[in-house]
């Protein structure tokens, strides 16, 4: 009895020594507290400047800053403050007590507190803030003319062209007017409000431009159908395409600025005579283009503005004109544009905030002094105009980028080529690398952009001029710089200036032009430009051996599409040129090239040749060697790429692949290690045992690296940091430099993998902060993706993916095992899903709960696939059972999933629902029984768009409709289990008010759509 008793009181007395304990180590613990919260809010106030000048760098790039890192940011603020006035108010307090020789007990007891308190709480909101990422890129927004309501002749036509559309016996409607009169923003409302009315099931556009390029245009279209093409041959594409556009029940196509008959079925489109579901809407400038060889049966002119309706654009793009002066002067010089809305709107963004009533006269001035400009369709009120606006432009430098971007380019061009060109003129100041230029050439495009004088193509590396800048671009730089340019003509010898022009021309610039022979010796002492582009020949140009002998100021080399058995000799005068563009050639002997000792761009981009000369080794100064395209380049000699010490960008992209080991005659992988300043390389390794396994990528700021033989470079890389791996053994191959890319790599691939079964384990055990794009193909190991105790960061798994594919996997048994931070797989948009027999659902509900971004779902071929989302009841919580899966959810599709039997529900162990349902709703489908307060079903988001199932054997019936309200396409078909689509009573009638496509195919055992539609 005395033991028991003995114990209690040790527990008693325990109990009761520790809380006093505590109270005493805050009186004995005071300044330690105090310190540590001083410390803690200092740290603090750095995170928060480090966030808040990422902050400031992202809106001033346009982007858009996260949420949550504003939410931070303001409770950082407030804590801050307040703690700084803490601190204050305890300082005052020693002050007040004879410099804390007398201390208040009680107060230093509830000032240590206090302080304690608010550091812990310090500590947490530091940890909180620890961002992978501030902001994100908002999509870019069209650049609309004006609204459209005030426009009354816009609106008119407009709605012309919607009742044609809607009209079942025209199937082609033609859309004409002058360059720059507003047809391309016309049949941009057509596409927007044909879709909005949902008249059709698909609404593609493209743009075909002055020479069309087919598989461009074939690309735009099948970009928009969501489709990628694995033929090479514009043949193939086009029979790709019809198949696919064919399938369409009803599609709009909407092809822009047609400038000569354009052959559909060379493109892949269906004719409408055919295709009864299928319109085309055609734009030109020529009426008769459209009616005569497009075969167009009701035809829209665009005509210029009102003068009223001039106004009223002008103002709304030039901003608000309050200075009665100024007024009748701003209104002359609206006049002065001729109603096309191009003119009006780059005049207007160039006079857009000037005060000054000296500029606004000297606009008008030089908008009422037209001169003929001799130029087809370049009226002289579009020069003056787009001549004001560039005027207009801040500074030499984005002047001559702008005239730049009109000599070289044709229809659209690329980021690179103008970077090709701008260094080897020098037009960049104060830049020193590539990368640097890059940057500033990002600057100047979107300079050009906001001023309306370059276009946006939905590509960040290729961008679009319209023809009517273009030619004004040329014509200046020929009245003020001296450029002789030409295209799309016969160029003979004798056609070429006299002698004594000859001496002032700075640039030369041949596009489209039918040239055989090019003439004997010209003299062009300040030539620091000459530019021939896809010659219209099957036979060597010829190219006399004096021709270059006195062009020795020529800084930029540019030579494409041209059969050149031998280079003249008289390139090794050109002793200051810097670039060199060879693109496209048929080449024969280049060793001369070697003599170009300052040159620092060489491109041989699709060229022919087999064997890179080892004098090219001689070229020290090089910092560019473009290779790409150059498939059948087979030898590179080794120690040539070594020697080239300054190279900073080396693309070798759908090129050369024989690499060797060192000591061998070929190129060795080990030569890399000696390019210090190397920032961009793209390069195809066949076998990674090749790689050395002390390389490093370290400088690397862009790459496209792929091992293995299996990958395509086609398409358009929108990501900076491409890594594609085949045949990749982790016990074998993860070498240094492959493992720093990892972390840093946007767009990676991976296909038989060997060595491991989870993805992240071996890879990247940090998460894959940076990975946007995951593709894993084909590596049986696998059995996760990600498994949580993999994991080394606190930081979520891929915290910024946005697509996510998995083919042929077949054992994997979960994409995501185990409970990952919050912030996982938050920016995925894209899963899709094939071949993976083991797998039998697609996401736990603790991560399904957390993509709230997800747009579309597509899995296919999953022999176990059982349900969608799979949970247990330790994962439900109260709170969080209303809230919806996948809100943002548009696309699913579920096909050859033979057990598919459900899309996410709890069973209850009593009363269990009917099995082979997909369901998910916030309220039970009429004929399943009463929810009760032990059974909960989990409700899924209702902006469903599109929902197609095939071959899912084992359903019975589908979604209750309260989940389908936005429903536009319903396809079911081969389900053999299923007996009705819908449950619907009276209380229904009004649901699925959006369903426009219903397709039901080989439902054996379909007794009904629903109670209301049999």
């Known amino acids: 009895m005395e033991e028991i008793v003995a114990k209690v009181a040790a527990k008693v007395s ?53 949420d949550y890192v504003c939410k931070w940011l303001t409770r950082a603020d407030g804590f801050i403050q307040d703690a700084c006035k803490f601190l204050e108010d305890e300082k005052e307090a020693q002050k007040s007590c004879f410099n804390g020789l007398c201390p208040n007990l009680k107060s230093r007891y509830q000032l240590s507190r206090e302080a304690r308190k608010k550091a812990r709480v310090a500590v947490q909101m530091h940890g909180d803030g620890q961002f992978v990422r501030v902001s994100y890129r908002a999509p870019l927004q069209e650049i609309r003319s004006a609204p459209s309501e005030a426009l009354r002749s816009r609106v008119l036509t407009l709605d012309e062209v919607m009742e044609a559309l809607r009209d079942a016996k025209i199937n082609k409607i033609g859309v004409w007017g002058l360059g720059g009169v507003g047809k391309t923003t016309l049949v941009k409302q057509v596409a927007e409000q044909a879709a909005q009315e949902k008249l059709f099931d698909k609404v593609v556009t493209a743009a075909v431009l002055q020479t069309p390029d087919l598989k461009k245009i074939q690309g735009e279209l099948a970009d928009l159908l969501g489709m990628k093409f694995e033929e090479e041959s514009e043949q193939g594409r086009a029979a790709r395409l019809y198949q696919r556009m064919n399938n369409e029940k009803t599609i709009l196509i909407i092809l822009d600025d ?11 489109i269906p004719s409408p005579d055919h295709h009864k579901g299928c319109k085309l809407v055609l734009t030109s400038r020529n009426e008769h283009i459209l009616s005569n060889e ?191 340019t030409l295209q799309n003509t016969t160029v003979r010898v004798e056609g070429w200036p006299r002698i004594d022009e000859l001496q002032k021309v700075t640039w030369v610039s041949l596009h489209d032009c039918d040239i055989h022979e090019l003439p004997e010796g010209l003299v062009c002492p300040k030539l620091e430009l000459f530019g021939c582009y896809d010659v219209n020949t099957n036979s060597a140009v010829q190219i006399p051996n004096n021709f270059f002998e006195e062009m020795k100021q020529l800084k930029v080399l540019h030579l494409s599409r041209m059969q050149l058995p031998s280079l003249p000799l008289s390139l090794q005068c050109l002793t200051n040129l810097r670039t060199l563009c060879l693109d496209g050639c048929k080449v024969g002997d280049i060793v001369i090239i ?48 070594s020697s080239l010490s300054q190279l900073e960008n080396l693309c070798m992209a759908n090129s050369f692949t024989q690499w060797e080991g060192e000591g061998k005659s070929n190129a060795c992988l080990a030569e890399l290690k000696h390019l210090s300043h190397l920032t961009s390389l793209d390069i195809q390794i066949p076998d990674a045992k090749l790689l050395p396994k002390d390389i490093v990528f370290d400088t690397l700021v862009r790459y496209r690296i792929f091992v293995g033989d299996v990958w395509s470079w086609g398409g358009i890389f929108e990501a900076n940091n491409t890594l594609k791996l085949n045949k990749f ?58 498994n949580s105790m993999d994991l080394t960061s606190t930081h979520g798994v891929f915290p910024v993916m946005e697509t996510l594919s998995l083919n042929q996997l077949i054992n994997l048994q979960e994409v ?19 071949d993976c027999d083991g797998l039998k659902f697609l996401f736990s509900l603790s991560v399904a709960r957390g993509l709230s971004r997800l747009v579309e779902i597509k899995v296919t071929r999953c022999k176990s696939m059982v349900e969608m989302v799979s949970q247990g009841r330790k994962e439900i919580k109260e709170d969080t059972v209303n809230v919806p899966l996948f809100p943002e959810l548009r696309h699913l599709t579920l096909q050859d999933l033979p057990k598919l039997s459900n899309f996410c529900f709890e069973e209850n162990p009593v ?103 049999q």
């Open 294 to 484: 497009m075969d167009t049966q009701k035809d829209f002119r665009v005509q210029p503005l009102q003068e009223d309706e001039t106004w009223i654009l002008f103002k709304n793009t030039a901003g608000s004109i309050e200075n009665p002066e100024l007024q009748p002067i701003a209104v002359d010089v609206a006049k002065e544009c001729a109603g096309l809305p191009l003119a009006i709107v780059t005049v207007a963004t160039a006079l857009k905030g000037e005060k000054s009533v000296s500029i606004w006269e000297d606009a008008r001035l030089q908008l009422k002094s037209q001169t003929s400009t001799n130029i087809t369709g370049l009226t002289s009120n579009v020069y003056s105009s787009l001549k004001l606006s560039y005027e207009h432009l801040k500074g030499i430098e984005v002047k001559s980028f702008f005239l730049l971007c009109g000599l070289i380019s044709q229809n659209d061009f690329h980021i690179w080529d103008l970077l090709k060109y701008g260094v080897g003129l020098r037009l960049f100041q104060g830049t020193n690398t590539l990368e640097e230029v890059k940057n500033r050439i990002d600057t100047l495009v979107n300079n050009l952009k906001s001023s309306n004088l370059l276009l946006e193509t939905g590509h960040n590396a290729v961008v679009r001029m319209h023809d009517l800048v273009r030619s004004t671009a040329r014509k200046i730089a020929s009245d003020q710089h001296h450029v002789f």
């Open 816 to 834: 995501c095992h185990g409970q990952f931070p919050a912030g996982s797989f938050g920016c995925l948009r894209k899963v899709e899903v094939e």
């Open 14 to 66: 325990k109990c009761l020594v520790v809380p006093v304990k505590r109270q005493l180590g805050y009186l004995f613990n005071y300044r330690t507290n105090i310190e540590d919260l001083s410390q803690e809010v200092e740290k603090l106030r750095h995170a928060r400047d480090g966030h808040q000048h990422s902050v400031n760098e992202a809106i001033g790039n346009g982007h858009k800053i996260e």
């Open 258 to 268: 047609i400038w000569a008959k354009l052959d559909l079925e060379k493109i892949g």
């Open 594 to 641: 070697a003599k170009l000792k300052k040159l620092e761009i060489l491109s041989l981009m699709d060229s022919d040749m087999e064997q890179l000369p080892r004098e090219i080794a001689q070229l020290t100064h090089l910092r560019m060697l473009d290779l790409s395209g150059s498939s059948k380049l087979k030898v590179i000699p080794s120690d040539v790429i």
């Open 729 to 786: 053994d982790t016990s074998l191959h993860l070498v240094d430099g492959i493992s720093k890319l990892l972390k840093r790599t946007e767009d990676l691939h991976l296909r038989e993998l060997c060595g491991f079964t989870h993805v992240l384990s071996k890879l990247n055990r940090e998460g894959f902060l940076k990975l946007k794009h995951l593709n894993v193909e084909s590596s049986p190991e696998i059995q996760y993706i990600a």
């Open 911 to 1013: 009363h269990s629902m009917p099995p082979s349902t997909i369901v998910g709703p916030s309220t039970p489908p009429l004929n399943q029984p009463e929810i009760r307060d032990d059974q909960r079903l989990l409700s899924l988001g209702g902006n469903l768009r599109s929902l197609k199932l095939k071959n899912c054997k084992s359903l019975v019936k589908l979604f209750p409709p309260s989940l389908l309200q936005n429903l536009q396409v319903l396809t079911v078909e081969n389900c053999d289990k299923l007996e009705q689509v819908f449950d619907l009573d009276d209380a229904h009638v009004g649901l699925l008010p959006k369903l426009a496509v219903l397709v039901l195919i080989d439902l054996p055992k379909l007794r009904h759509i629903c109670q209301l539609w």
